[in-house]
């Protein structure tokens, strides 16, 4: 989807900030989201991604900058006259008024108001998509969180608007209800064609149901990208300990050469290093960070069974073991790496059987395994 | 420990007991009991001085609460857009237009409209000779009153229900294109409703039942309260208990829906199948 990046931009922010008194909830933000595109805006709670999400919704007005919906400027349009609808955090459902007319809310604000007949048709149509027929007369209190969920939804989607604004949608729901609605939004998303703008600070939903995710921090965008970019080839330390989990290893750089540059971990080990954070001019004696996912140390018993191309090979204590199920998580400590942590599959445990704490076994990774990045 | 709650209770309610009770006393004099009998009451709905009052105050507890919960819905709302100061100051004179005690209400008022039909009447002469009209202290003095010590309380109820209306439905009428007159009809009214009901009930009941502010305001047309006042120094008859247990009734029934309007239903969005 986001290939189609060559599609025209249906929501644009142009240098767009917005001060609440002293405090800077967004500052100098630029993007742009194509039509048809879903794309999260994922941090911590402050870091402006909601503040964001209300621009575009018309809650907010940007302090400076510019926010375009597609191609006109809607800095001073009113919420009511924005052809986006938003799906709220709590829901926001009218509890005086029952589904069937929750949903049809908007439609009826229209003018010239659509016949009964249509607007009968058209609710008939959204509840069918969301899977809510013969709820028309509930009142929206006597459903459960994953019903009135629904609704909201349905209440936004029946205006067809350009673009589908959602704040946390899901964080009320429970974790198994929140993964059905994950895969659901998604389809629903591919179905319908709109654009989806989706507010989480849940690292796991960001990357699950978005084309691109836009990494936010105090205000700022700190890097967007796709999902697997984001993973692979985070732009800073913040990003790769936002997205997965990483082990940081302190080192110095050494040699550096075209497209590599010898690192010395603070622990000890050496090793070459041939990817770097984003625009990342290396010079001999900088301090950096390497980024190693736990995923990509592997543990083995037999040390010449590691693949021919581990550039780093050390002897590691077990210190803890986590099941988690599909994988094993063990934390060691070494004298070349210091304390780490490497997830072990299932699958490899079925060769070897899993590790016990306080034994001895080696830990390997290859030299793309690690990434160097700025040392904050 | 009991009996001294249970003695408490006596103390209280005795005194209104006995008034209910001798309402229905066949007898000629209100302490001395002959039987039961409902004949006071239909004595007290064929007095045509009785009637007259009840009819004043019906038409003064109408217009006062009317008055009173558009006025007072219309200041909440206003007040609900302010903030610092000038908003702690209009709330603390809320609270104490409440605490006003009513003699203080009524002298206030009192002075207050002499002085202005004192300055109005000579000009009124003035301007229309001797067909001007003149002021004179009647129902509208008594509904301006009671729309004044009204207000307050219309004020805290209506904006203790705006406090706790959620923002983000405003923000969902707005987001589905409701323009602002559309969302205060759809939604900041429906969710205000009971609130203002409620005010609505307890205005008409306090005017209704006010005796001390009328008795300093009213005119030549006396509210019930200042009948039965009046009717009182030619002895207690079972007849004023029976008017007195009229506005008894009529006062806890209302007072009794306002509560009832008042409890936080559909507020706790969370607590879903309560009333399904």
């Known amino acids: 989807m986001a290939e189609d990046a060559a599609r025209k931009p249906i929501v644009v922010f142009r240098g767009v900030s917005k001060f609440f008194g002293e405090v800077a909830a967004a500052s100098d933000i630029s993007l742009e989201v194509a039509a048809g595109e879903f794309l999260s805006f994922l941090g911590p709670s402050g870091c402006g991604k909601t503040t964001a999400l209300r621009m575009i919704a018309g809650f907010e007005q940007p302090s400076e900058g510019d926010v375009f919906l597609d191609g006109v400027r809607v800095n001073d349009i009113p919420a009511y006259r924005r052809p986006v609808n938003m799906v709220f955090q709590s829901y926001a459902l009218f509890p005086h008024l029952n589904v069937w007319r929750n949903v049809a809310y908007g439609l009826l604000q ?246 016990e704490t306080g034994e001895i076994v080696t830990a390997g990774f290859r030299a793309e395994a690690a990434q160097a990045l700025a040392a904050d | 420990m009991r009996w001294y709650a249970a003695a408490i209770y006596v103390f209280l309610y005795l005194p209104i007991a006995l008034i209910v009770i001798f309402s229905f006393n066949a007898g000629k004099y209100a302490m001395d009991w002959q039987g039961f009998s409902v004949e006071w009451y239909f004595k007290a709905f064929a007095n045509p001085f009785a009637l007259k009052a009840l009819r004043t105050s019906l038409v003064v507890g109408l217009w006062t609460a009317v008055l009173a919960t558009s006025l007072g819905t219309l200041a909440a709302l206003g007040l609900e857009r302010m903030s610092g100061w000038p908003r702690r100051a209009s709330d603390g004179l809320i609270y104490i237009a409440i605490m006003v005690p009513g003699v203080v209400i009524g002298i206030a008022t009192l002075i207050a409209f002499v002085t202005a039909f004192n300055l109005a009447n000579p000009f009124l002469e003035g301007l229309f000779g001797d067909a001007a009209p003149r002021l004179a202290m009647g129902l509208p003095t008594v509904i301006g009153a009671h729309v004044l010590f009204n207000l307050a309380v219309v004020i805290l109820i209506v904006r203790s229900r705006l406090a706790g209306l959620d923002r983000s439905l405003i923000e969902a009428s707005e987001d589905l294109y409701a323009t602002p007159l559309g969302t205060f009809r759809q939604v900041v009214l429906p969710m205000l409703a009971p609130a203002i009901l409620a005010s609505f009930l307890l205005s008409f009941t306090f005017s209704f039942e006010d005796f001390i502010i009328a008795f300093f305001v009213s005119g030549p047309d006396s509210t019930l309260p200042i009948y039965i006042f009046s009717s009182i120094r030619r002895g207690i008859t079972p007849e004023v208990n029976a008017i007195g247990s009229v506005v008894l009734a009529v006062s806890l029934t209302l007072l009794i829906m306002a509560q009832f309007l008042l409890r936080d239903r559909t507020g706790s969005r969370g607590a879903r199948g309560d009333q399904a």
Not at chain 1, 169 to 174: I, N, R, Y
Not at chain 1, 217 to 228: D, E, L
Not at chain 1, 257 to 280: H, K, Y
Not at chain 1, 302 to 314: G, W
Request: charged share 25%; with cysteine.
């Open chain 1, 110 to 355: 229209r003018s010239p108001r659509p016949s009964r007949a249509d607007i009968d048709r058209s609710v008939a149509r959204v509840l069918d998509l969301v899977q809510l027929n013969g709820f028309e007369t509930r009142r929206t209190w006597e459903m459960s969180g994953g019903q009135q969920q629904r609704v909201a939804l349905a209440r936004a989607l029946i205006n067809e608007p350009k673009v589908l604004l959602l704040d946390e949608p899901l964080a009320a729901l429970d974790r198994k209800l929140r993964r059905e609605m994950q895969i659901e939004l998604q389809n629903l998303q591919r179905r319908v064609g709109i654009t989806f703008i989706l507010v989480t600070h849940d690292q796991e939903e960001a990357l699950s149901m978005s084309d691109r995710v836009c990494i936010m921090r105090q205000g700022r965008i700190v890097q967007i990208g796709k999902p697997t970019d984001l993973y692979d080839r985070p732009a800073s330390r913040y990003v790769a300990d936002f997205v997965g989990k990483s082990n940081f290893f302190p080192g110095t750089v050494g040699e550096v050469a075209a497209d590599s540059a010898q690192v010395t971990v603070a622990s000890g080990v050496s090793l070459p290093v041939n990817r770097f954070g984003e625009n990342m001019q290396l010079a001999k004696g900088d301090s950096v960070v390497l980024a190693v996912r736990p995923e990509q140390i592997l543990l083995t018993r037999s040390a010449e069974s590691l693949p021919q191309d581990s550039v780093v090979r050390v002897e590691s204590r077990v210190l803890n073991r986590i099941f988690l199920g599909e994988h094993t998580e063990y934390l060691l400590s070494s004298e070349g790496l210091g304390e780490f942590a490497a997830l072990a599959p299932r699958q490899s445990e079925l060769v070897e059987s899993p590790f």
